[in-house]
């Protein structure tokens, strides 16, 4: 292995031991040998969480207007048969012979052979691979089997009825697509909107070994932004048109060319990159976002997924990436343009109508085919079910029953078959004030979990031997530290006083009188702590302190009073450091 490698890997598992050291995340159950892709978060991790995901839903949810739910994590089976998901929601997994372990067959080719883009294969080419190649069993050597498919959702029952399979949920979207009507109503039917969520998903992968990196439950946040397909404009493109995204789109990569470009927002879409203005939009504020996280853009890219690599539901998906040093590029969001895919699914597996009504300017007359049901001879035919029927017949594309009437003599609405004689289909002018259409959707959908360890992994720096940690100050999991220089004469009772008074302030503050005040700057450092308040003798006498900068350990002093109001100002941004005192 090269230099470069062991340096990779060795700051990879610096973070680690940080962050299982100081409170970030360790696996979970460890005293039981831990469990693959399950990870917990410490006191520091949860607080680093929590900012993270407050900061996506300022910029995702607040500042659009967007509404936010919130839904259970076990879903009816019959919501990912209507999604697709039951179907389609699989990896290729291939069974070592010899030790029984289970792996990822595309992500062995990828480590033994650094052959990528294998996903597309059909199992036959996989196994083809496994031979030409001499991919073999990471655990013992062993010979592996013919790949086969599995789904990666959870399986469960909801009450006491084995005969029903309901999953846990391998993404949030189906939960905000079945509350869809609903909500479009709850916001009194303003359109385009989105509905937000930040939850928890599951998904059963076959042989998690990054880390944090692939979980098999982790957070996700994402919105459903639903839009009028005919009226695709966004108002909002001026102000991120002139962001530069660094894009590599399906065509390059099919020609064997992994370097992206640089292209602002309005050529990615003047050159057909985008399909979308308003995937573009998300894009630009998706890059913006996780900049603000302390990854810089240079390390960021918008990779756009292959035809086999795209889920089923989505006419374009880029993967928004972040370069990881031991991992390489690694997905931290996705933005996917779903079509109309998912409301007409479950509006075809529910019965419920997904259209919704957008008035024209100006009422418009045309001639249109009209479908008039005839209520007498449907209710002779149907009897009870003549309600179902007349309501399916509703719903129903008058040029598609006309089209079926003609050429095969009856028309199946649901299970009903309709003839000639219970409806009439005529030509006819019709004043029409609006339209009734399904929406489409684009989604981003972010990973928290992902999103951490980047954000830590570009936040740990190492200045004369010792590690400190650069968040941004906006997600420091603690915004202060407040030492005592000794821990006599009074000075832990005074800096104790300091301590309460800014926590009551609402500041998130660590009191420290442990060893030395070098090692507890030290030790605040290595926990990304923006700034440290040393109470001295001095303070006693005239009721001021030392501040001290986490990045440059310059050192101003202030009185106590004039701290909340300063400090408040320095982490809102509207001041620096050398601006909170006089240098020491």
Known sequence: MGEQNLKAQGKYERIVDLARRRGFFWPSYEIYGGAGGLIDFGPLGSALKRKIEAKWRDVFVRQQG?????????????????????????????????????????????????????????????????????IHCPECGGELGKPQYFNLMFKTSIGPYAESVDYGRPEAAQAMFTNFKRLYELGREKFPFAIAQIGHCLRNEISPRQGPIRLREFTIMEFEFFFDPEDPHCPKLK??????????????????????????????????????????????????????????????????????????YSAQTYDHEVYAERWGWIEVAGHSYRTDFDLKRHAEKSGEDMRIFKPYEKPVVTKK??????????????????????????????????????????????????????????RQQVKETGKRFIPHVVEPSFGADRLIYATLEYAHTEKKGRVVLKFPLDIAPIQLAVFPVVSKDGLPEKALSVYQMLSAENFTVDYDDSGSIGRRYARADEIGVPIAITIDYKTLQDNTVTVRDRDTWAQVRNTIKTLPPLLTQYFQGELKFNQLGKPV
């Open 369 to 426: 085919l009209v479908l008039k049901p005839k209520k007498d001879a449907i209710g002779k035919a149907f009897k009870s079910e003549a309600l179902n029927v007349i309501k399916l017949l509703a719903e129903a594309s008058p040029s598609d029953v006309e089209t079926s009437l003609q050429k095969r003599g009856c028309y199946l609405a649901g299970p009903y078959k309709i003839l000639p004689e219970h409806v009439e289909v005529v």
């Open 66 to 134: 967007f509404l936010e739910i919130e839904t259970p994590v076990v879903v009816l089976g019959r919501v990912f048969e209507a999604s697709g998901h039951v179907e389609h929601f699989t990896d290729k997994m291939a069974e070592c012979g010899k030790c029984k372990r289970k792996w990822r067959a595309d992500h062995l080719i990828q480590e033994q052979a650094g052959i990528g883009g294998t996903e597309g294969l059909s199992l036959e080419e996989l196994y083809a691979l496994f031979q030409k190649r001499g």
């Open 239 to 312: 102000e991120v048109e002139g962001e530069v995204l660094r894009i590599l789109s399906a065509a390059q990569k099919s020609q064997g060319d992994e370097r992206p470009v640089e292209v602002t927002v309005k050529e990615a879409l003047e050159h057909g990159l985008i399909k979308t203005e308003w995937q573009a939009y998300f894009m630009a504020l998706s890059k913006r976002f996780v900049t603000s996280l302390g990854i810089p853009p240079e390390k960021q890219r918008f990779d756009e997924k292959l035809p086999w690599e795209k889920a089923h």
